[in-house]
């Protein structure tokens, strides 16, 4: 079994990986149109994840925590740094990454897509897909209250 955990606002935390997000901004992982949850193995990654996107001049005031149990018979699949390109960190992000993002959703043969975090090489994000039949299989907690440290800012 393996934990994985996601911060967002808490308007969207009643649906925390039904992958709107992604579907209507993209991200590097997968275009706009195609449903992934993006979650962090560890929630220190997940807090820097969600950190680099924050307006420190607008802070949400709204965050919560997500965590999800993903047992270890769900399907999955990895992409490791060394099948990338030498660009793969790159901000914005090379168009082939959202290439293999789309291709994994839209193909269905795993429920999760384990990719290195441009932030953070050694450590991994695992990007849901709702529309695959084991995402009934994954148990979601109840959304804690998140905030930041003050210091972060």
Do not use: C
């Given at each position: 079994m ?12 009643k ?5 709107e ?13 195609t ?11 997940a ?5 680099v ?10 965050l919560?925590?997500t965590t ?9 699949t ?16 090379p ?14 043969r795993?429920a999760?897509?384990?990719?290195p ?5 050694a450590?991994?994000?695992w990007l849901?897909?709702?529309r695959?039949p ?7 907690h ?5 905030r ?6």
């Amino acid at each position: 079994m393996t934990r994985v955990y996601r911060i967002l606002r808490s308007p969207y935390a009643k649906k925390p990986l039904d992958g709107e997000g992604a579907y209507r901004f993209g991200g590097r992982w997968s275009s706009p149109g195609t449903r992934l949850a993006y979650t962090a193995e560890h929630l220190s990654l997940a807090m820097i994840e969600y950190f680099v996107h924050i307006d420190p001049d607008d802070a949400p005031k709204d965050l919560v925590l997500t965590t999800a149990q993903i047992p270890d018979s769900v399907s999955r699949t990895s992409i490791s740094p060394r099948r990338l390109s030498a660009t793969w960190r790159d901000t914005p992000a090379p168009p082939e990454l959202a290439l293999l993002g789309d291709a994994f959703a839209r193909d269905r043969r795993a429920a999760i897509l384990i990719v290195p975090s441009a932030l953070a090489p050694a450590e991994s994000n695992w990007l849901i897909n709702p529309r695959h039949p084991d995402f009934a299989r994954i148990r979601l907690h109840p959304p804690e209250r998140f905030r930041y440290d003050a210091r972060f800012f």
